[in-house]
């Protein structure tokens, strides 16, 4: 039996043991409500199945069986319908301290918006965790023959740290979808703090939105959750 067979069967063991203690790993939407307290009690049946539960695996698709098997998701995933458009927020749920880390937001035409309308974004703006520090942005549209990345204008909003890409004035015309990535490298004053971000964007028909439509929650490892609770 390979070393990895092993450590899944040890996962199961502590998934029960987990269960039997009323705890459940969450793996989606649930932690992106997080508050943004250090230590919050939400996020503690996540930091346990960080410990003690292998790192989900995207290979296991091909082996229906480890399906089956509990694993931990680093990444917690969002969606939400507006208008004619689908938005999915991944963003990480862990750092290290001064780690990098990639906040992506795919925006797509909503399954019963009309086919052979224009459809157009026009900007997308992204909220870190407090302290995160903007290194680079990426917009990728992979229907576009002959190319994939779009160009795009960023500003800052120093209050909060928001950052905006903008579109040219004719806007990133949408045939299926596009991705948006945005990279932030994590401070050492944050260590161990949790951080909330979140997601807005405009286009055809979405009114610019006073509120975020989508949110996510990251946390920084502490040195002693690193080590597997040892200081």
Known sequence: MSKNMMRRGAS?????????????IGTGAA????????????????????????Q?????????????????N???YET?????????????????PQGYVNYSIYVSRNSESAGDAALTVTSVTHQPPKGFKFSDASIYDW??????RLSWTATSDPAIGAVTLTAPPEGWPMDKSIEF????????ALDGADGDSAVKFT?????????????????????????GGSS
């Open 74 to 76: 680093p990444t917690e």
């Open 203 to 227: 286009g055809t028909g979405v009114p610019p939105a006073d509120d975020w439509q989508l949110t996510g929650h990251t946390r920084v490892e502490t040195v002693s959750s690193l080590n």
């Open 80 to 96: 939400v319908e507006i208008g004619d458009f689908k938005v999915r927020y991944e963003s990480p749920k862990s750092v290290k």
């Open 12 to 24: 199961i063991l502590a998934a029960v043991m987990i269960g039997v203690g009323g705890l459940t």
């Open 31 to 54: 932690g992106a409500q997080g508050s943004s307290g250090s230590g919050s009690g939400d996020l503690l049946p996540d930091k346990v199945g960080q410990q003690l539960l292998a």
């Open 143 to 148: 229907d576009i023959p002959g190319t994939s």
């Open 56 to 72: 989900c695996n995207p290979m296991d698709g091909f082996f229906p069986v480890l399906l089956l098997l509990p694993c931990w």
């Open 181 to 188: 990535h945005f990279y932030y490298h994590a401070g050492d």
